[in-house]
């Protein structure tokens, strides 16, 4: 009884663990079957994308901050990472790991006084720095950064002999373990209670004091941990290219994590994928056949906007659950009908 009773709650440990991951790896099971059918940068760039939209989902979703300051933090891991590539070593692990930690740092430094601000004056400040870090980059630290001609080093970095990330190839299976981590950090915090006091904070900041947390200390927080997702990105971006300047952190591009976050679905865990592989596709599309592709995204906005705020995987979402319910449903039928027969 005792082996048996060993047997099924392990049986039960698997089942639950299987459908906790089971949306994530599909996800990017799709994501890596687009490779037999798409271009490899163009797969790269959706999973490097995706990954830079999800600190800012998170934010606007779970939070309630609408940022346009996202190009600071993920200049902060970018140029993190070229700095080291550049002057210091040739280890490219290493060199996202600096990438990671100055956006951390950079995190850390500013979020004390960003978070303590709500509304249009959190996006406005952010939207500041943005525009601080691209001055400094391209004009104040220009004998560093070598201003607009950028930091080349792809030559610098090192090989590996587990993963090579100087190979696009390698680089793709990399940036999938990574995307995969990251998906399962923020599942994992969306089930939290860290999650729920997050959501609490943007719908009813009384209740969530009165029971015993800090606003405060959960914003600051929940900021840091997505503007380091956003370093990581940007130190990705900086192996990948070999190359970074100060156009990676350009206020003009301030806007295009927000767009995808509303494109893909605000809030919702696979939005950013979705987001960013209708974002890119459309832009490379779109892109060959008029000059200004940015008029179409805006009118598609438009629509999302006034369809409903949901996103494309926003809508998506309740018709698939439905669909598999319905089919469970069925299949529940039909069990039971071979049962009374």
Not at 10 to 33: D, E, K, P
Not at 183 to 211: H, P, Q, R, V
Not at 258 to 285: E, F, N, Q, R, S
Request: one cysteine or more; glycine letters at 12%; hydrophobic letters at 50%.
């Amino acid at each position: 009884m005792c082996v048996s009773g060993i047997s099924s709650d392990t049986g039960v440990s698997m089942v639950n663990a299987l459908r906790w991951w089971w949306g994530i790896l599909l996800a990017f099971s799709l994501l890596a079957a687009a490779r037999l059918v798409a271009p490899l940068p163009f797969v790269i760039e959706v999973i490097i994308f995706s990954i830079y939209t999800m600190g800012c989902n998170f934010l606007l979703g779970r939070v309630g901050f609408i940022s346009f300051g996202q190009p600071a933090y993920l200049a902060a891991g970018a140029y993190g990472t070229a700095f080291y590539l550049f002057y210091f070593g040739t280890d490219p692990y290493v060199g996202i790991l600096v990438g990671v930690l100055s956006g951390l740092a950079v995190s850390a430094i500013v979020g004390p006084l960003f978070v303590r601000l709500r509304s249009d004056y959190f996006a406005l400040v952010n939207l500041a720095l943005a525009g601080i870090i691209y001055y400094l980059m391209q004009k104040v630290l220009a004998g560093i950064t070598k201003g607009d001609n950028g930091l080349w080093f792809l030559t610098r970095i090192a090989s590996n002999p587990v993963l090579d990330l100087g190979k696009p190839g390698q680089f793709f299976i990399f940036a999938m373990l990574v995307a995969v981590a990251v998906w399962a950090l923020y599942k994992y915090l969306d089930d939290s209670i860290f999650g729920a006091c997050c959501l609490a904070t943007k719908l009813n900041e009384d209740k969530l004091e009165f029971i015993g947390y800090s606003n405060y200390r959960v914003r600051l927080l929940a900021f840091v941990v997505a503007n380091t997702t956003t370093a990581l990105a940007g130190a990705m971006y900086a192996v990948y290219l070999g190359f970074v300047s100060p156009e990676i952190t350009s206020p003009h591009r301030a806007p295009d994590p927000v767009v995808v976050t509303i494109l893909g679905g605000t809030g919702t865990l696979y939005g950013p994928i979705v987001g960013a592989v209708a974002y890119t596709g459309m832009k490379d599309a779109i892109s060959k056949v008029i000059g200004n592709w940015e008029l179409f995204i805006g009118f598609l906005l438009v629509f999302i906007m006034l369809a409903g705020e949901k996103g494309i995987w926003g809508s998506l979402a309740p018709r698939l659950e439905k669909l598999f319910s319905w089919r469970k449903a069925g299949t529940a039928g039909g069990d039971g009908g071979e049962a009374r027969r």
